[in-house]
Protein backbone atom coordinates (compact mmCIF):
# COMPACT_ATOMS: atom_id res chain seq x y z
CA UNK A 1 0.00 0.00 0.00
CA UNK A 2 1.74 3.45 -0.72
CA UNK A 3 1.47 6.13 1.56
CA UNK A 4 -0.93 8.57 -0.68
CA UNK A 5 -3.57 5.51 0.38
CA UNK A 6 -2.67 5.65 4.10
CA UNK A 7 -2.70 9.84 4.01
CA UNK A 8 -6.10 9.62 2.25
CA UNK A 9 -7.73 7.36 4.79
CA UNK A 10 -5.65 8.61 7.80
CA UNK A 11 -8.29 9.11 10.20
CA UNK A 12 -8.40 5.00 10.35
CA UNK A 13 -5.14 4.50 10.51
CA UNK A 14 -4.85 6.56 13.25
CA UNK A 15 -5.50 4.36 15.69
CA UNK A 16 -3.25 1.92 14.18
CA UNK A 17 -0.78 4.61 14.51
CA UNK A 18 -1.47 5.30 17.95
CA UNK A 19 -1.32 1.74 18.97
CA UNK A 20 2.38 1.88 17.65
CA UNK A 21 3.44 4.88 19.42
CA UNK A 22 1.36 5.27 22.37
CA UNK A 23 3.51 8.80 23.05
CA UNK A 24 1.96 10.19 20.26
CA UNK A 25 -1.45 12.14 21.52
CA UNK A 26 -4.21 12.56 19.56
CA UNK A 27 -4.08 15.99 18.86
CA UNK A 28 -0.24 15.13 17.46
CA UNK A 29 -1.66 12.48 15.13
CA UNK A 30 -4.45 15.09 13.93
CA UNK A 31 -1.60 17.53 13.09
CA UNK A 32 0.39 14.85 11.36
CA UNK A 33 -3.11 13.79 9.20
CA UNK A 34 -0.91 10.95 7.47
CA UNK A 35 1.53 13.48 6.65
CA UNK A 36 4.95 11.24 6.75
CA UNK A 37 7.35 13.62 7.04
CA UNK A 38 5.84 15.19 9.97
CA UNK A 39 4.86 11.64 11.66
CA UNK A 40 8.30 10.93 11.23
CA UNK A 41 9.48 14.48 12.64
CA UNK A 42 7.09 13.25 15.50
CA UNK A 43 8.87 10.12 15.71
CA UNK A 44 12.38 11.82 16.06
CA UNK A 45 11.16 14.30 18.38
CA UNK A 46 9.41 11.99 21.12
CA UNK A 47 11.35 8.74 21.16
CA UNK A 48 15.00 10.18 20.16
CA UNK A 49 14.95 8.70 16.82
CA UNK A 50 17.54 9.35 14.15
CA UNK A 51 16.20 10.73 11.08
CA UNK A 52 16.69 6.96 9.49
CA UNK A 53 15.22 5.14 12.20
CA UNK A 54 12.28 7.20 12.12
CA UNK A 55 12.06 6.47 8.33
CA UNK A 56 12.31 3.11 9.25
CA UNK A 57 9.82 2.78 11.91
CA UNK A 58 7.43 4.55 9.26
CA UNK A 59 7.97 1.87 6.36
CA UNK A 60 7.84 -0.88 8.79
CA UNK A 61 3.91 0.98 9.75
CA UNK A 62 3.23 1.21 6.35
CA UNK A 63 4.02 -2.59 5.61
CA UNK A 64 1.98 -3.89 8.22
CA UNK A 65 -1.01 -1.89 8.00
CA UNK A 66 -1.12 -2.69 4.03
CA UNK A 67 -1.17 -6.36 5.29
CA UNK A 68 -4.46 -5.98 7.22
Do not use: C, P
Not at 1 to 23: H, L, P, V
Not at 27 to 38: P, V, W
Not at 41 to 47: A, P, S, V
Amino acid sequence: MSWDIIEGKWKQFKGKAREEWGELTDDELDQAEGDRQQLEGLLQEKYGKTKAEAKEAVDSFAARVSSM
